[in-house]
């Protein structure tokens, strides 16, 4: 059974920095590509950054460009997102989503991502 489980969100003041780790297992064949989603209250769920397995490339919504940083180990099945300089506007719950479809390149498209895991609050006060 695939399985996701984040975590690492919380409380942090605008400027500060919050690491998010996604943790998957029950992939019996190729570790899948990893996504983080964020969804804000009244808005759609948007892509915030993917990393695509094995070569480890990323990508990255606009709006967190140069402030947060996505990596993964998988010997132990976790993506991480290291978020710096969060703002106020960076507020919602993060997803992380695997999918196996596309040979391990990702995508910042959730229409495409299989599996989800049940999302971590990150508030950033102002």
């Known amino acids: 059974e695939v399985q996701l489980q984040a975590s690492g969100g919380g409380l942090v003041q605008a400027r500060g920095s919050l690491r998010l780790s996604c943790a998957f297992s029950?992939?019996?064949?190729?570790?899948?590509?990893i996504g983080w989603f964020r969804q804000a209250p009244g808005k759609e769920r948007e892509g915030v950054s993917c990393?695509?397995?094995?070569?480890?490339?990323?990508y990255y919504a606009d709006s967190v460009k140069g402030r947060f940083t996505m990596s993964r180990d998988n010997a132990k099945n976790t993506g991480y997102l290291q978020m710096n300089y969060l703002k106020p506007e960076d507020t919602a719950v993060y997803y992380c989503?695997?999918?196996?479809?596309?040979?391990?390149?990702?995508?910042?498209?959730?229409?495409?991502?299989?599996?989800w895991g049940q999302g971590t609050l990150v508030t950033v006060s102002s």
């Open positions: 989503a695997a999918e196996t479809l596309s040979g391990g390149n990702c995508v910042l498209n959730k229409m495409v991502y299989e599996y």
């Open positions: 990393i695509s397995s094995p070569d480890g490339s990323t």
């Open positions: 029950g992939f019996t064949f190729d570790d899948p590509a």
